[in-house]
């Protein structure tokens, strides 16, 4: 078959459909094209499968509700041919990786879908032939798999394929970990040296991997020489080498730590972890160590990215849902075309990570969470060497590479858990640790080391322990007696504890515990207190006709509380006390049988142990120190409070909650003081008061600096940009912020006049809603497309490579956007606020206001958030772009969130509009930074 065969034999003859804000473009199969209005193009799309692109992003444009309507959908095809390979997910975005030319119109983005459809079935036709013959017969197995379940591009695949008659592997294309290869035991590790690294040595490092021909730049290498000194040796236990590094936006601070932590790696033969905030920094690092390690396979040695086991897939759950599947009778509908391509995307991926890996965003979009995340570890339910797919594991892969890596990237979560729980699963930390977006280093910690007795957490500890107790067949939750009782053999007393804590675990929140709760028909220990906390959140909490969750301090609680809190105490200490009892007698098989016990089964009981203490021991004595204090004076350290959990007036949880004041302190304790060396790095780690000293303090003070036994070594380079030159900040004083349409049109006019490259921040979901109403249409228009948060079908994410792909979209987004997204280009040339971000007044806050220094608190809260905000702006050198407030109660003392020479300056919006258009019409700066 060639391409030319296409056309007549497999193009589906369906009608394209491209969405737009004002309605729908229509290409039917004959080449008309129409432009529909919504109710229309909805009748048409329910009427009979089309063609087009994220089925689920076009739902969510035209107001389509309900089930899933069948489509052609293109990225669906895309997932099929290239599996684990990544497209922007529009259509400019898929054209440009199909080397197609970039559609100018909604017309010509009907006319690209057809091109592509063309092109990718054509790719399969091509690639077929030279295909190993077990690959051939994996795509035709999946095919025919695909084409029984309905799936509406089966007729194409099977025909460019060439399997009308060739079911390939046919359901056994299914067994993908039959495919996958095995990881390797190695002889443990011996602890790294202590060489230290010298920071001439770093600077070389740096120039060799920048190349020769690089420019140099003084001030990355500067950094570099200070990065080296968190690597030296240790003088005394429990205080390391801490370094806090400042480094401006433009430094190269990546390439910077790098160079210090390879060498040191290199040298002394041990792993240095390099902790991110975001998955977008994560990705970004993957990408600088390329030049570190140009050779794909070195660098599979050398770099491993390590992340929770929430986050791979599992192949057990993998398995299970095939099995579900080819027990039906239908062949599997929308659930056998997801496992189909998510077993393809298991054999081409690199590592198995479903977050943030090679798994494209847009894929979970459209599949579902549910049947793509759900394939997860994400419950705490791995069996370990029981499984049969261990060997093969993509979780204990990544665990056994990071051992024997030299750079581990990983993020702050797992990091504050594992250091928390004393080490990884060997029970070893690491000596060394670059904590890059240093500045979340306090809000990481915040949550690592908190402590919430929620209905949704003690209902999650029970579904561990029990079991699924209403999913029936459907669910791969077996309970801890499933996991672990083969291996109590003749230990009755082992058996009885284990019975005594699966009936305990009965007083904890059982299925359809939310609508109990609101029927006042609580039961067990557990729902009785919760029903009492959410009496209580409801009587005191102010702002009760707000659709967002309230919260109320616990003290003094509401009659009966206090009964029910000791209630539930001793319950949960009737479960703690046979839980003990049982990882004891684990412990005693291991060392009664240590001449027996093969290695795997080891390895198993060991993580069994584990996971008890983590996940039942550990959250139940917190809980239990929280209910036996709550009619008790609160202790000073911490922060209690009771909250309702809401969602668009909907209640979501239950809960008590504890966290530190200063979460600092256990940070210090647990990941800082057992370590050799930390770099903390930033480009906004200080405040910015103009008190040189008060602003180290500051960082000092958000990094837990402060309660280590020796100074922290400051750093501080300074970002090469020109931002007085580069950069305009404007406060606008004309527009009330409470009025939606006063901002909305504020937000139209500003985006209009930048020509797109647009990022507007918003402090409140309500508020982006409201505005991205009013202005999709109207900017539509004027050709610029449109994206937000928290209204399209797609996550984060996604949504952000969309807009850093389209120089002319703009994105209106919340804390997420704002905090750690890189754009660099005119992709993003102005930034409009709509209104000053202060810190929300809850009860947390309230309580560290009065700890770290009042309104003081407020201003560099707020102004560290403004910092962060201010550097999306400018990436590279010869970007330019504008900074807008639109609150003229922005007061003068946060204009020390911007960089020396940048003074914000009070204009209308009038004035605004035609500054920015102005000023991003001029030719971009030549300031050398490179």
């Known amino acids: 078959m060639t391409v030319t065969d296409l056309p007549r034999l497999a193009l589906p003859a369906a009608p394209v459909v491209v969405a737009h804000p004002r309605g729908a473009i229509w290409l039917s199969p004959d080449g008309e094209i129409e432009t529909l209005t919504p109710p229309e193009a909805v009748r048409r799309i329910r009427a009979a499968p089309v063609m087009l692109l994220h089925r689920s992003a076009v739902a969510a444009r035209l107001g389509i509700k309900g089930d899933p309507f069948p489509a052609f959908d293109l990225l669906e095809l895309f997932a099929f041919v290239r599996p684990a390979g990544f497209c922007v997910p529009t259509v400019r975005g898929l054209a440009e990786a199909l080397d197609l030319p970039a559609p100018r119109s909604h017309e010509a983005e009907a006319e690209r879908l057809l091109s592509a459809a063309r092109h990718l079935l054509d790719e399969l036709v091509r690639l077929t032939p030279r295909l190993h013959a077990s690959h051939q017969a994996d795509a035709r197995g999946f095919a025919w798999i695909m084409a029984r379940a309905g799936w509406p591009w089966a007729g194409a695949v099977l025909a460019a394929l060439g399997a009308a008659h060739d079911q390939g592997r046919g359901a056994s294309a299914f067994q993908v970990w039959d495919r996958l290869g095995e990881w390797n035991e190695h002889a443990p590790e011996p602890p790294p040296g202590n060489v230290p690294v010298e920071p001439a040595e770093a600077r070389l490092r740096l120039a060799e991997m920048l190349g020769g021909s690089a420019e140099q730049r003084p001030s990355q290498a500067d950094y570099a020489s200070a990065a080296a000194l968190a690597f030296a040796p240790r003088q005394m236990a429990g205080a390391p080498n801490l370094v806090l590094a400042e480094a401006g936006t433009g430094t190269g601070k990546t390439l910077g730590y790098i160079a210090p932590a390879s060498l040191w790696a290199e040298k002394n033969q041990g792993p240095v972890w390099i902790s991110?905030?975001?998955?977008?920094?994560?990705?970004?690092?993957?990408?600088?160590?390329?030049?570190?390690?140009?050779?794909?396979?070195?660098?599979?040695r050398k770099v491993v990215i390590r992340k929770g086991r929430e986050n791979y897939l599992c192949l057990l759950n993998l398995e299970e849902a095939v099995q579900r599947v080819r027990a039906r009778k239908d062949g599997g509908g929308e659930e056998?075309?997801?496992?189909?391509?998510m077993a393809r995307w298991a054999l081409a991926s690199r590592d198995g990570d479903m977050v943030g890996g090679d798994l494209p965003g847009w894929l979970v979009d459209l599949l579902g969470k549910p049947r793509t995340m759900g394939l997860a570890d994400r419950r705490g339910e791995c069996i370990y060497s029981a499984c049969p797919h261990f060997r093969k594991c993509f979780i204990e892969k990544a665990v056994r590479r990071a051992r024997r890596a030299d750079i581990v990237v990983a993020?702050?979560?797992l990091v504050m858990m594992q250091?928390?729980?004393?080490?990884?699963?060997?029970?070893?930390?690491?000596?060394?640790?670059?904590?890059?977006?240093?500045?979340?280093?306090?809000?990481?910690?915040?949550?690592?080391?908190?402590a919430?007795?929620?209905?949704?957490?003690?209902?999650?500890?029970?579904?561990?322990?029990?079991?699924?107790?209403?999913?029936?067949?459907?669910?791969?939750?077996?309970?801890?007696?499933?996991?672990?009782?083969d291996l109590l053999g003749g230990q009755p007393a082992a058996v009885a504890a284990l019975d005594d804590a699966l009936q305990a675990a009965r007083q904890l929140p059982g299925p359809s515990w939310h609508q109990r709760l609101s029927d006042g028909r609580a039961e067990g220990a557990a729902e009785a207190f919760l029903a009492l906390l959410r009496q209580q959140v409801y009587a005191r909490a102010a702002g009760q006709g707000s659709p967002y969750s309230l919260e109320c301090e616990p003290r003094p609680p509401v009659d009966g509380l206090a009964e029910a809190a000791q209630a539930l105490s001793a319950a949960l200490e009737r479960l703690g006390r046979p839980l003990r009892v049982l990882s004891k007698a684990l412990g005693g098989v291991l060392d009664d049988e240590a001449a027996e016990l093969e290695s795997a089964t080891r390895s198993r009981i060991e993580a069994i142990m584990r996971s008890i203490d983590r996940r039942a021991l550990t959250p139940v004595t917190a809980w239990r120190d929280m209910l036996n204090g709550l009619a008790a004076e609160p202790r000073g350290e911490f922060i209690d409070w009771f909250a309702v959990e809401r969602i668009d007036g909907r209640d979501i949880d239950v809960g008590f909650h504890r966290h530190w004041i200063d979460p600092t302190i256990p940070f210090a304790k647990y990941v800082a003081e057992p370590a050799h060396g930390l770099l903390i790095t930033s480009?906004?780690?200080?405040?910015?008061?103009?008190?040189?000293?008060?602003?180290?303090?500051t960082a000092e003070q958000r990094t837990g600096a402060l309660h280590l036994p020796l100074p922290a070594v400051r750093a501080a380079v300074a970002s090469p940009f020109d931002y007085a030159d580069c950069t305009r900040v404007l406060v606008i004083n004309d527009v009330r912020k409470d009025d939606m349409d006063q901002v909305a049109a504020a937000y139209r006019e500003l985006f209009k006049a930048a020509g797109g490259?647009?990022?507007?921040?918003?402090?409140?979901v309500s508020r982006l809603k409201e505005v991205w109403k009013r202005i999709r249409g109207p900017l539509d228009d004027a050709g610029i497309d449109l994206l937000a948060q928290h209204v399209e079908g797609m996550d984060t994410s996604t949504i952000v490579d969309i807009f850093r792909a389209e120089e002319n979209a703009c994105l209106l987004g919340t804390d997420a956007v704002r905090d750690g997204v890189d754009v660099p280009g005119r992709s993003l040339r102005l930034i409009v606020f709509d209104r000053v971000p202060w810190p929300r007044p809850d009860i947390v806050h309230k309580a560290r206001r009065a700890a770290f220094g009042g309104k003081a608190y407020d201003d560099m809260i707020t102004r560290l958030r403004l910092?962060?905000?201010?550097?999306?702006?400018?990436?590279?050198?010869?970007?330019v772009g504008l900074f807008i407030l639109l609150d003229p109660m922005m007061p003068s003392r946060l204009a020390g969130a911007f960089p020396p020479g940048v003074v914000p300056e009070r204009v209308g919006l009038a004035e605004a509009v035609a500054r920015t258009r102005e000023f991003l019409a001029k030719p971009p700066p030549d300031d050398g930074a490179r």
């Open 683 to 697: 480009a906004t780690l200080r405040d910015g008061t103009g008190d040189m000293e008060a602003d180290w303090t």
């Open 867 to 879: 910092k962060q905000a201010f550097g999306r702006l400018i990436r590279r050198s010869g970007d």
């Open 336 to 341: 056998a075309v997801t496992l189909v391509l």
């Open 419 to 450: 250091a928390a729980f004393g080490g990884l699963d060997d029970g070893i930390l690491p000596t060394r640790y670059v904590f890059d977006e240093g500045h979340h280093v306090f809000e990481a910690a915040d949550s690592g080391f908190s």
């Open 452 to 485: 919430a007795l929620s209905g949704l957490e003690a209902a999650e500890l029970r579904r561990w322990l029990l079991g699924a107790e209403a999913e029936g067949s459907r669910t791969r939750a077996r309970g801890l007696r499933r996991r672990c009782e």
């Open 757 to 764: 490259g647009g990022l507007g921040l918003f402090t409140a």
């Open 411 to 413: 993020n702050h979560a």
């Open 276 to 300: 991110t905030y975001t998955r977008n920094l994560q990705r970004q690092l993957d990408g600088e160590l390329d030049r570190l390690y140009p050779d794909p396979a070195v660098k599979a």
